[in-house]
DNA sequence: GTAAAATGTTCTTATTAAGAACTAAAAGGA
DNA sequence: TCCTTTTAGTTCTTAATAAGAACATTTTAC
């Protein structure tokens, strides 16, 4: 697994000018520890890492280096409130309403959670099943 | 530091209707190990922790129950989502994966939406179907 | 109530990170 | 340039702790 946990590190101690020393100390543990961190020999305990996600103030997530799911849709929350009218946003009027339905509707929700756990396939075949029903209910 | 992992663990690990065996399974490691986690006596290593957030899809932040912006944009969106309607939503973690799934999946939010449009009696048929299907599905 | 499954616990072993001390490389000043 | 000081990298040892196996307990299903 390709982290970018060590030049992380690197980077936000010069983002802050510190020396590996002064990190050391903020962290209280031995410098040479910090110089493995940043040269991916060692990788830090998890109360160490949440350490550094608090001075650096980034999540830890973004501080391993990895892209989740929910981080890139927040990222589309966070534009979509930045910029109301710029480029069309990820997040729109429609999923809003659609996000309000679900609010409203736990167990379709709850359905959709399940939907999506299943193997590709086979959430392929439920959606093909959905559609056919919705397009019978709408000829009603 | 007051971490909520062992809860978390647990808890996404019935989310998912997972045995501790099943769940060591995906991880290739051995049962005791999740049952140490899930009762705080032990802490996963990063490289378990990291697997574990995507198993689970869920943020390493929201993992360890650290405030992480995720929470915070939550917090955002729960505000955002009070002052703009009437009812009191309940906005939780796993409708921010359910939403993640409907951007993923633009035929199944179009579906929702054709499914908002329904009379509520066709709504709650189009929902007992799904049920259904689901059900079938999650049997095989 | 019993059998089977799931979970919790203990003990040992193995892994690996931390620290100290030493080495090497930059940075700064005469 | 040479010397000094600061900063960073490396090695070796020690200590911490997580993993696994085996056993114990609890829960579930019949």
Known sequence: ?????????????KQYNWTQQQLANELAISRSVIAKW???????DLMALIKLSRLFNQTVDHLLGINSQTDQLLNDFQQFYQTNSENEP?????LLNTIDYLV???????????????????????QRIL??????????
Chains 1, 2 share one sequence.
């Open 1 to 13: 697994m390709m982290l970018k946990l060590a030049t992380n590190i690197k980077y936000y101690r």
């Open 38 to 44: 940043e040269n991916g020999d060692v990788l830090p």
């Open 90 to 94: 990820v997040i729109d009027e429609n």
């Open 104 to 126: 409203k509707n736990p167990l379709l929700k709850e359905q959709i959670e399940r939907l999506s756990h299943l193997s590709i396939k086979q959430q392929k075949a439920v």
């Open 131 to 140: 559609q056919t029903t919705l397009n019978e209910a709408e000829r009603l």
